[in-house]
């Protein structure tokens, strides 16, 4: 038996080398090229450092900011003396969900996210109702951060302009999407300095709204308890609280990013839990204080509404009367504040897709989208993002209101379902010592936060967008029923009809001659070892009964996001592919025939296939190929999305180049 060969690289003896297309030069341009999967520190420069990670994934929870605080604060209508309250319950909550949040990534040290941790904490299907929540949020991280970004952008613009709005969402959208499959640190790098202009601009804008008003503190709590009086005798106790209850809910957007750093664990760079636990402080610390801070300068500066403009812009005006170069200070304050909303929708770009992976690998969604792109994205997963964000941009006509009402409910059902997850494997170990107490009390609060703004906002906003936002979720679970049940119903049945091949009695125990690549030779695509690929081994030798001298096994290993998640990854796979092949050429030792193998890793499968059938036709002339494809009794349409076609394509390809391969039919009922 010769010597079985792994292939990488480049090959240039492929037949009809041809110049890139047009499109094809473009889209390098614009993507890039290509990852080399043989590098082992590809993934540490992949992964990013904790101050980078709050760029990508904290600036979602930040940069809540520009519209939660505001959310709360004109709900409160006449009533401003509640704002107070409300900043110190919006603060004690960041911390809150928080620190739960950073006890889920110790647990869940390669990703947290609510879809793992209620698939494992409450089951399958509670995880899948999660993830089908955490993917409308994802969607609507998109969606209103650039809603928003384009409210902040055209505060400081003239009325004439604002017919603009819209198109200009959809271009950054689009923008995004683009720069997101090119990979996740070069998006993140390209966004860090308005991250910093934010900062900056936002800590002169709370910090000088505060110390200026500090001589009229007195004053300003004379008024409140003045307003709190009178509150109680018109509203009594019974409606200041449903009152205090309903802005603070509808201030829920304020939370809505924190998750979004459990979730990104695989891009953290190692030590990742304490990268993701740092990321995590930065985060809470940085939206407690901006949020609390607005909402107390809301109140200090006495801000009202004013038709075209956000509450941040009239604050920024109103302070900027009392600084030099006022103007630009409130043009900077508003870009950064734009330009932050759009690094936000980042967190739906690097989150969304890796559910959707997830969701993929665990056969509730189609599986190529777990696949990766050459540049090692989730392509599929970012460009259903990037689509389905715009879709609902232009559902709501960028109405930031509308969207947050959407976006705030599934967020808190995933945040509720996580926090009663935890809480419940508390309990199941209340017997291993004193600190889950606090734990349990600790998630216990959490649930209880979470579920009371989750239940508020469904009642309060049910007519106003949270009956789309449930309808939406609803059917993306059904869809997983579905694609489940598919799954399973055609994995149950070849199971069934190849169970019998897993035990072929062994012809000959003696070594097998040396392979001839002058004699005829099957050149035979497998995957795992399965009965699929030993059905199609069998096959070619019955149909072509004693012509064939050798067998060459040829697989690839798929990195998608399943494989993909540390520097030795990709030897993993290879190496799991190597047993599963040499499995194979074990079969067909003890049969008598001469076999080897060729394999390969990487994220396109049909390219890497091509390059080793080629390079087999080289060594074995005579060599016919073979591949295993289902066929279905009732062709549906949705089958070549659920299953791929791999077999078909690569046969066409082959033909073109004048080699012979054949396509053995599986039954799949």
């Known amino acids: 038996m010769s010597n079985p060969q792994d292939v990488g690289g480049n090959d240039p003896d492929l037949p009809f080398p041809e110049k890139p297309s047009l499109f094809k030069r473009l889209r390098k ?8 999967l043989s590098d082992r520190g590809i993934f540490q420069r992949l992964s990013v450092i904790a101050f980078l990670a709050w760029v990508g994934l904290g600036a979602d929870g ?32 960041v911390f809150l969900i928080s620190a739960c949040y950073s006890r889920i990534i110790a647990k869940f040290p390669y990703g947290g996210g609510g879809y793992v941790v209620a698939t494992a904490l ?168 901006t949020a609390g801070g607005l909402i107390i300068c809301y109140l200090l500066w006495k801000v009202q509404m004013v038709p075209g403009k956000t509450l941040n812009a009239v604050l920024s005006e109103q302070i900027a009367e009392r600084l030099p170069l006022g103007h630009l200070f409130v043009i900077l304050t508003l870009f950064s504040e734009g330009a932050l909303l759009v690094v936000a929708a980042q967190a739906g770009f690097l989150d969304g897709p890796r559910v959707l992976a997830n969701m993929a690998i665990d056969n509730w969604l189609p599986r190529r989208l777990a696949s990766l792109s050459e540049r090692l994205t989730t392509q599929n997963g970012i460009l259903i993002m990037g689509g389905s964000a715009l879709a609902a941009l232009l559902y ?67 007519g106003e967008g ?86 060459v096994f040829i697989s690839v290993g798929a990195v998608d996001s399943g494989a993909f998640k540390g520097e030795d990854a990709v030897d993993k796979l290879r190496d799991r592919i190597q047993k599963e092949l040499e499995k194979y050429v074990d079969l067909m030792s003890g049969q008598g025939v001469p076999a080897t193998y060729k394999l390969a890793v990487g994220t396109d499968v049909v390219s890497e296939l091509e390059r080793l059938c080629f390079e087999v036709a080289r060594g074995f002339p005579q060599a016919t190929f073979f591949a295993g494809q289902l066929v279905f009794q009732r062709e549906r349409w949705y089958q070549p999305i659920l299953h791929n076609e791999t077999a078909f394509i690569l046969q066409k390809r082959l033909h073109l180049a004048g080699r012979t391969m054949v396509i053995i039919p599986a039954r799949a009922g």
């Open 122 to 289: 409450l089951g399958e299907r509670t995880g899948m109702v999660s993830g089908s929540a955490l993917l409308v949020d994802y969607i609507l991280t998109i969606t209103v951060s650039i809603a928003a970004a384009g409210d902040a952008l055209f505060s400081i613009l003239p009325s004439g302009w604002h017919e603009l709005k819209l198109p200009v969402e959809v271009f950054l959208i689009l923008a995004l999407t683009t720069i997101n499959i090119r990979g996740v640190k070069e998006s993140i790098l390209m966004l860090l300095p308005v991250f910093l202009l934010f900062l900056a601009t936002h800590v002169i804008l709370i910090g000088f709204g505060l110390c200026s008003h500090a001589s009229e503190l007195a004053r300003t709590s004379e008024e409140i308890q003045v307003g709190f009086r009178n509150g109680l005798a018109t509203l009594g106790v019974g409606g200041m609280l449903l009152l205090f209850m309903h802005a603070y809910s509808l201030g829920g957007g304020t939370y809505t990013g924190i998750e979004a750093v459990s979730n990104g664990l695989p891009i953290m760079r190692e030590p990742r839990v304490k990268t993701a636990q740092r990321t995590m402080i930065y985060m809470a610390v940085s939206l407690a204080l």
């Open 466 to 551: 949270g009956w789309v936002t449930l309808l939406i979720t609803g059917t993306i679970v059904s869809l997983c029923f579905l694609v489940r049940h598919h799954y399973r119903t055609t994995n149950a049945k070849l199971s069934q009809l190849y169970a019998i091949l897993s035990e072929i009695p062994r012809v000959t125990d003696k070594a097998s001659a040396p392979l001839d690549p002058n004699q005829p030779t099957a050149a035979i695509l497998v995957g795992g070892y399965t009965g699929l690929g030993i059905h199609t081994t069998l096959a070619a030798f019955r149909e072509f009964p004693g012509k064939f001298k050798n067998v």
């Open 62 to 93: 930040l940069s809540s900011s520009s519209y939660g605080p505001e959310e709360a604060f004109r709900t409160l209508g006449a009533h401003v003396y509640l704002a107070l309250p409300i900043a110190a319950l919006m603060t004690a909550t």
């Open 29 to 36: 341009a614009v993507i890039g090229p290509p990852r080399d």
């Open 396 to 462: 709501a006509r960028g109405d930031v209101r509308h969207l947050v009402v959407m976006y705030s409910i599934n967020v808190f059902l995933t945040f509720s379902l996580s926090m009663l997850g935890m809480a419940r494997s508390l309990i199941s170990r209340r017997g291993s010592g004193e600190s889950w107490k606090k734990e349990f009390a600790l998630f216990a609060g959490g649930f209880l936060f979470c579920f009371m703004i989750l239940v508020v906002t469904i009642f309060e906003k049910f």
